[in-house]
Protein backbone atom coordinates (compact mmCIF):
# COMPACT_ATOMS: atom_id res chain seq x y z
CA UNK A 1 0.00 0.00 0.00
CA UNK A 2 1.21 3.01 -1.02
CA UNK A 3 0.22 6.08 1.43
CA UNK A 4 0.91 10.05 0.82
CA UNK A 5 -0.16 12.00 3.22
CA UNK A 6 0.36 15.99 5.37
CA UNK A 7 1.47 16.39 8.43
CA UNK A 8 -1.96 16.65 10.62
CA UNK A 9 -3.30 14.26 8.41
CA UNK A 10 -2.86 10.46 7.58
CA UNK A 11 -5.00 8.01 5.37
CA UNK A 12 -4.77 4.26 5.84
CA UNK A 13 -6.90 1.43 3.26
CA UNK A 14 -9.48 -0.94 4.18
CA UNK A 15 -9.21 -4.59 2.76
CA UNK A 16 -12.20 -3.50 0.18
CA UNK A 17 -9.51 -1.28 -1.41
CA UNK A 18 -7.84 -4.25 -3.56
CA UNK A 19 -4.37 -5.50 -2.58
CA UNK A 20 -1.97 -2.72 -2.54
CA UNK A 21 -4.08 0.00 -3.53
CA UNK A 22 -2.13 3.85 -4.01
CA UNK A 23 -3.92 6.57 -1.23
CA UNK A 24 -3.38 10.35 -1.31
CA UNK A 25 -4.81 13.01 0.91
CA UNK A 26 -3.72 16.18 0.48
CA UNK A 27 -5.12 18.90 2.86
CA UNK A 28 -5.91 19.52 6.33
CA UNK A 29 -8.18 18.68 9.51
CA UNK A 30 -10.90 21.01 7.63
CA UNK A 31 -11.06 20.89 4.14
CA UNK A 32 -8.92 19.20 1.62
CA UNK A 33 -8.81 15.94 -1.68
CA UNK A 34 -8.41 12.54 -1.20
CA UNK A 35 -7.47 10.09 -4.21
CA UNK A 36 -7.83 6.05 -3.94
CA UNK A 37 -6.70 4.12 -6.68
CA UNK A 38 -7.69 0.59 -5.83
CA UNK A 39 -5.44 -1.94 -5.70
CA UNK A 40 -6.00 -5.70 -7.52
CA UNK A 41 -9.78 -7.09 -5.77
CA UNK A 42 -11.38 -4.53 -4.39
CA UNK A 43 -15.01 -4.60 -2.96
CA UNK A 44 -17.82 -2.28 -1.72
CA UNK A 45 -18.11 -0.55 1.94
CA UNK A 46 -15.20 0.47 3.79
CA UNK A 47 -12.83 1.55 1.89
CA UNK A 48 -10.36 3.65 3.51
CA UNK A 49 -9.98 5.82 6.92
CA UNK A 50 -9.10 9.14 7.19
CA UNK A 51 -7.24 10.10 10.68
CA UNK A 52 -6.43 13.42 12.15
CA UNK A 53 -3.07 13.50 14.24
CA UNK A 54 -3.88 16.85 15.53
CA UNK A 55 -7.38 17.30 15.87
CA UNK A 56 -9.42 20.08 17.43
CA UNK A 57 -12.81 19.07 17.29
CA UNK A 58 -14.27 19.01 21.01
CA UNK A 59 -17.81 17.18 20.02
CA UNK A 60 -17.39 14.06 18.28
CA UNK A 61 -21.10 13.83 17.82
CA UNK A 62 -21.15 17.07 16.17
CA UNK A 63 -19.14 16.68 13.53
CA UNK A 64 -20.38 16.60 9.59
CA UNK A 65 -18.35 15.42 6.98
CA UNK A 66 -19.29 16.45 3.56
CA UNK A 67 -17.71 14.18 0.38
CA UNK A 68 -18.17 15.50 -3.22
CA UNK A 69 -16.86 13.28 -5.82
CA UNK A 70 -14.16 15.27 -8.50
CA UNK A 71 -14.29 12.34 -11.24
CA UNK A 72 -17.16 10.01 -12.44
CA UNK A 73 -15.69 7.07 -10.72
CA UNK A 74 -16.10 8.36 -7.26
CA UNK A 75 -19.58 9.28 -8.12
CA UNK A 76 -20.41 5.91 -9.95
CA UNK A 77 -19.80 3.97 -6.54
CA UNK A 78 -21.86 6.42 -4.44
CA UNK A 79 -19.64 7.10 -1.20
CA UNK A 80 -20.64 8.44 2.16
CA UNK A 81 -18.72 9.23 5.31
CA UNK A 82 -19.00 7.15 8.06
CA UNK A 83 -17.06 6.37 11.63
CA UNK A 84 -17.27 10.34 12.23
CA UNK A 85 -15.62 11.17 15.32
CA UNK A 86 -12.84 13.58 16.31
CA UNK A 87 -9.93 11.54 15.09
CA UNK A 88 -10.98 11.63 11.62
CA UNK A 89 -14.05 9.21 9.36
CA UNK A 90 -13.85 6.20 6.83
CA UNK A 91 -14.73 6.28 3.41
CA UNK A 92 -17.64 3.34 2.78
CA UNK A 93 -19.16 2.82 -1.22
CA UNK A 94 -22.45 1.07 -2.27
CA UNK A 95 -20.13 -0.44 -5.24
CA UNK A 96 -16.57 -1.46 -5.82
CA UNK A 97 -14.21 0.81 -7.07
CA UNK A 98 -12.81 -0.08 -10.88
CA UNK A 99 -10.63 2.96 -10.89
CA UNK A 100 -9.31 6.38 -9.34
CA UNK A 101 -11.44 8.22 -7.66
CA UNK A 102 -11.26 11.60 -6.45
CA UNK A 103 -13.52 13.09 -3.88
CA UNK A 104 -12.91 16.53 -1.96
CA UNK A 105 -13.69 16.51 1.86
CA UNK A 106 -14.90 19.71 3.92
CA UNK A 107 -15.26 18.63 7.90
CA UNK A 108 -17.92 21.25 9.75
CA UNK A 109 -18.25 21.33 13.75
CA UNK A 110 -21.94 22.02 14.43
CA UNK A 111 -21.53 23.74 17.81
CA UNK A 112 -24.67 23.85 20.08
CA UNK A 113 -26.57 26.42 20.51
Not at 2 to 9: E, F, M, R, S, V
Not at 71 to 100: L, M, Q, W
Request: aromatic share 6%.
Amino acid sequence: MKAIHNIGLTIEANSNAGTDPELIIKGDNTAGIIQVTPGSGPSGNAICNVLFLNSTYANTSDIAVLLTPLNSEAARINCYATSRSDVGFSIESAASPEGKCLWAYSVIEVLAS
